[in-house]
């Protein structure tokens, strides 16, 4: 069983990255896993628009040094059927670009962390062999860098 789930091309986390500062969280929404988290640091460096789920769907904005991710689609390129209501309850959280590029950045050393600290420790009955091809395939789902 696990010799097949290694040779499985894709993975879905279901859940996504949530955002939170103080008492706001922005949730992930529908359709956008945790293996997509180096989009999201992408688009923050290059400064563009990445896919953060919908209903509702979350947004970037970029302004001077600062990302703000809306809770919904506050421009209307993704709904246009927001109503003047639901308009009201859209907030946002703001970083500082650099702030939010490291937070992101750090989930990488986290993905390692829980497979050398806790996954691996899960499948100590596992060959060594197999162990090695399932963190090989576990980088390539989560498109990490073991340096």
């Not at 996504?16 to 008492?23: I, K, M």
């Not at 670009?97 to 490291?102: A, G």
């Not at 060594?128 to 390539?140: G, M, V």
């Amino acid at each position: 069983m696990l010799l097949y789930k290694i040779h499985i091309e894709e993975v879905a986390i279901s859940g996504g990255l949530a955002f939170e500062v103080e008492s706001k969280v922005i949730f992930p929404s529908c359709c956008c896993g945790l293996e997509g988290w180096r989009k999201v640091l992408e688009a923050v460096l290059l400064k563009k628009e990445v896919w953060l789920g919908h209903d509702p769907y979350p947004t970037l904005e970029f302004t001077n040094k600062l990302v703000r991710v809306w809770s919904d689609d506050y421009s209307g390129t993704f709904r246009k059927d927001l109503s003047e209501q639901d308009l009201q309850k859209v907030f946002y959280i703001e970083y500082v670009r650099d702030d939010l590029m490291n937070k992101l950045q750090a989930i990488e050393t986290d993905f390692l962390e829980f497979y050398h600290h806790s996954l691996e420790k899960a499948l100590y009955m596992i060959d060594d062999n197999l162990k090695e091809s399932l963190l090989s395939q576990y980088c390539r789902w989560f498109d990490l860098n073991l340096s």
